[in-house]
């Protein structure tokens, strides 16, 4: 099998906080994207995915693990070499109207994109920035407009044209939906799915709602407080989830096909990272915690074929799925940029 075209392995972010306090916010935790692949990480707010998808672009530094992309090691760059040496890895955000210029047309803050790598000479960039447009479902005329003349979904569709001028390979998407209605939504997530298929696009898709990364991505990675608790092809993990966390995921949102029980939502909150429970950090929110689960921590093990589960209901007879993936090592600080 080929590399991974994006591969986080045993990432860990560490923060301070006043001063004093660390966090731990990603706490070993390891995904791969393979080529042309929508990769679904989801989990509640707070367990650590912003963090990961962070280091996943050389916005900050894991403070253990590493970052391989296309083959080498990413780390954190200067915003202009960045935009040189990273420009096949792309980030977009949650929130279009922060991320674009609102006081410069739209064509123009395409161009610029393409200007920042030489990516298409004088004459040819307007066709490159109507092909962009094109490419996200746009006419050419958006070109001459402002972000404000256009909608939440149009607005993402105009950031996605951004990051795709730098014709990535992969681009890692931080909640790109989640300030969108429910139709908007819907056409932007269809838009992602294209773009992946027509591009050979990889692409790593950041939600807290499963319900809609279950319709876009091709395998779905589970975070819980800084962890990977659960990992597989969507189908099969959304009809029979191994973990107790991914269950009640998919418990707290309607179930579109009206079929089946569904758990009820979790009690409580994400635990302060600072602070994770002992053993297993699900378990003091977990329905069917018994005393192993407070006394040992489960390993993220293959309990069927192209699944992992780190739950002790589990009695998968694999070896870890990533030996080290746990293992406590000493934190370094790690300073945002
Ligand atoms: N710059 C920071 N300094 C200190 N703590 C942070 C910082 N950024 C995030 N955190 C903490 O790290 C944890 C994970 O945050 P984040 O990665 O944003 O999670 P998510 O994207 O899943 O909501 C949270 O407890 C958050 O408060
Ligand atoms: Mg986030």
């Known amino acids: 099998m080929s590399k991974p075209a994006l591969d986080l392995r045993d990432v860990e972010v560490v923060y301070e906080r006043r ?16 080529r042309g692949q929508i990769v679904g990480l989801v989990g509640e707010s707070g367990c650590g995915k912003s963090s990961l998808a962070r ?19 990413v780390t954190p760059l200067t915003r202009r070499a960045r935009a040189r040496e990273l420009a096949r890895l792309q980030m977009v955000f949650q929130n279009p109207y922060s991320s674009l210029n609102p006081r410069r047309k739209i064509g123009s803050q395409l161009a610029d994109a393409l200007d920042a790598l030489d990516l298409a000479p004088r004459r040819g960039r307007r066709a490159r920035v109507a092909e962009l447009l094109e490419l996200v479902g746009l006419l050419p005329s958006a070109a001459a407009r402002y972000p404000h ?4 979904g149009q607005r993402q569709r105009i950031a996605v044209a951004r990051a795709l001028a730098a014709d990535p390979s992969v681009l890692v998407l931080d909640e790109p939906l989640a300030s969108l209605d429910a139709s908007a939504q819907a056409q932007v997530a269809n838009l992602l799915v294209d773009l992946s298929r027509r591009l050979s696009l990889s692409l790593l898709l950041i939600s807290h709602d499963l319900a809609i990364v279950r319709h876009v991505a091709d395998v779905v990675s589970v975070m819980y407080l800084g962890v990977m608790v659960e990992t597989g092809p969507t189908q099969p993990l959304w ?32 635990p302060d990272p600072a602070r994770p429970p002992a053993a297993c950090r699900f378990h003091p929110r977990c329905p069917y ?10 390993l993220l093990r293959r309990v069927a074929p192209g699944r992992t589960a780190a739950c002790w209901l589990q009695t998968g007879s694999g070896p870890p799925a990533r030996p080290a993936e746990q293992a406590q090592r000493l934190p370094l600080l790690h300073t945002e940029e």
């Open 55 to 73: 280091a996943a672009v050389g916005l900050v530094r894991p403070t253990a693990g590493t970052v391989v992309f296309e083959g080498r090691e």
């Open 239 to 270: 009809s029979l989830p191994l973990h107790p966390y991914t269950e009640a995921l998919i418990g707290a949102v309607p179930h579109p096909d009206g079929r089946g029980f569904l758990p009820e939502a979790l009690p409580g909150e994400v």
């Open 19 to 34: 001063g004093r306090e660390r966090v731990r916010a990603v706490a070993g935790a390891s995904l791969a994207v393979e």
């Open 149 to 152: 003349q256009f909608s939440g």
């Open 289 to 298: 915690a018994f005393d192993r689960c407070k006394q040992e921590d489960p």
